[in-house]
T-cell receptor, first 113, second 114 residues
Framework: NAGVTQTPKFQVLKTGQSMTLQCAQDMNHEYMSWYRQDPGMGLRLIHYSVGAGITDQGEVPNGYNVSRSTTEDFPLRLLSAAPSQTSVYFC????????????FGQGTRLTVV | DQQVKQNSPSLSVQEGRISILNCDYTNSMFDYFLWYKKYPAEGPTFLISISSIKDKNEDGRFTVFLNKSAKHLSLHIVPSQPGDSAVYFCAASARNTNAGKSTFGDGTTLTVKP
């Protein structure tokens, strides 16, 4: 059982480039989220989804787009990368409900130069 | 305004002793709290949770205490082991928020010395 799989693990982008961070889960979880973690800080929510076709903004959504065409996949798109988007990105999934824990992927370390 | 605060960035304890990690919150609507553990180059993993209807939850060596009046929770690890060395995140969520979104603290790095 793979859980939550993120690709790539590392990425270097030039300012202005676009790219998509992939996230897939095989646990049939309804909820999926993207977080970023900056040094010395906690996880901040970028976007989340409560099911296929439904997405919403989190705490820090600017510069990112998401879509959820299937239950399994939740890609995060950087439209025009900026150095401020240098961070570690985590995708998470969990069962529907208010009292469930999140399962995280291993993270994508992104550097924008 | 940070709603979940872990005021100690780091903690060092001796193997076999108790580790106590603290977390404070400001939002009185929070009613479910979780602790996650994170090793370097890995994603966080769920450790233990507590609902606001309880003041204590125990799972093996890990116990979480909740003091609602003080808006404070703590994670106790007894006895501490070197493998417990990791970053610990406190997270909180409020009833009826969309998708039960969690707000995370900045984390506490625990080092357990052999």
């Amino acid at each position: 059982n793979a859980g939550v799989t993120q690709t790539p693990k590392f990425q270097v982008l030039k300012t202005g480039q676009s790219m998509t961070l992939q996230c897939a889960q095989d646990m049939n979880h309804e909820y999926m989220s993207w977080y970023r973690q900056d040094p010395g800080m906690g996880l901040r929510l970028i976007h989340y989804s409560v099911g296929a076709g439904i997405t919403d903004q989190g705490e820090v959504p600017n510069g990112y787009n998401v879509s959820r065409s299937t239950t399994e996949d939740f890609p995060l798109r950087l439209l025009s990368a900026a150095p401020s988007q240098t961070s570690v990105y985590f995708c998470a999934s969990r069962r529907a409900g208010e009292r469930t824990e999140a399962f995280f992927g291993q993270g994508t370390r992104l550097t924008v130069v | 305004d940070q709603q979940v605060k872990q005021n100690s960035p780091s903690l060092s304890v001796q193997e076999g002793r108790i580790s106590i990690l603290n977390c404070d919150y400001t939002n009185s609507m929070f009613d479910y709290f979780l602790w996650y553990k994170k090793y370097p180059a890995e994603g966080p993993t769920f450790l233990i949770s507590i609902s606001s209807i309880k003041d204590k939850n125990e799972d093996g060596r890990f116990t979480v205490f909740l003091n609602k009046s003080a808006k404070h929770l703590s994670l106790h690890i007894v006895p501490s082991q070197p493998g417990d060395s990791a970053v610990y995140f406190c997270a909180a969520s409020a009833r009826n928020t969309n998708a039960g979104k969690s707000t995370f603290g900045d984390g506490t790095t625990l080092t357990v010395k052999p």
